[in-house]
C-alpha cells in the first residue's frame, strides 16, 4: 500500500465515530507527544483530546476533500486536506482546512500534529 493512501486511511479513521470514542483506537494513532490546535484557537494534548472525543455527543460526520501529502523526508509526511461545510442537527458547521504531521516510530505511522482552520 502506497504511504498516501495509508495516511488518508488513518485520516479517514479519525473521522469515524467509533474510532473517536474509543481510547484504544485513539490511542493506537496518536503519537504520545500529539498536539492540536483546533479550528477554535485552543490546543490539545494527546490525553485530552482522547479524554474529550470519549465524551463527545454531537460529532457530525465529514468528508475529505483535496487531500496531498509530502513526504518531508522517510519517516515524516505532512497530510493536507479540506473538510467542507456542513448541517447536523440543524447546526452549521463551518469548513476548514487541515494539516497532520504523521511520523513513522517503531514501524507505525502516528499522529504528530494536527491543525485546523475554519474557512470562510
Excluded at 40 to 66: H, M, Q
Excluded at 80 to 90: G, M, V
Aim: net charge negative.
Amino acid at each position: 500500500m502506497k504511504i498516501a493512501e495509508q495516511i488518508y486511511r488513518m485520516e479517514q479513521a479519525l473521522a469515524d465515530p467509533e474510532v473517536r470514542k474509543s481510547a484504544t483506537a485513539m490511542g493506537a494513532l496518536l503519537h504520545t507527544d500529539f498536539m492540536e490546535i483546533g479550528a477554535s484557537g485552543k490546543i490539545f494534548s494527546r490525553n485530552s483530546i482522547i479524554a474529550l472525543l470519549a465524551e463527545e455527543t454531537a460529532f457530525s460526520e465529514y468528508v475529505i476533500e483535496d487531500f496531498a501529502v509530502t513526504e518531508l523526508d522517510d519517516n515524516k509526511i505532512l497530510a493536507t486536506y479540506h473538510i467542507p461545510a456542513r448541517r447536523t442537527n440543524d447546526t452549521h458547521k463551518p469548513g476548514s482546512m487541515r494539516s497532520s504531521l504523521w511520523v513513522m516510530e517503531d514501524g507505525s505511522w502516528l499522529l504528530r500534529f494536527h491543525q485546523g482552520t475554519h474557512t470562510p
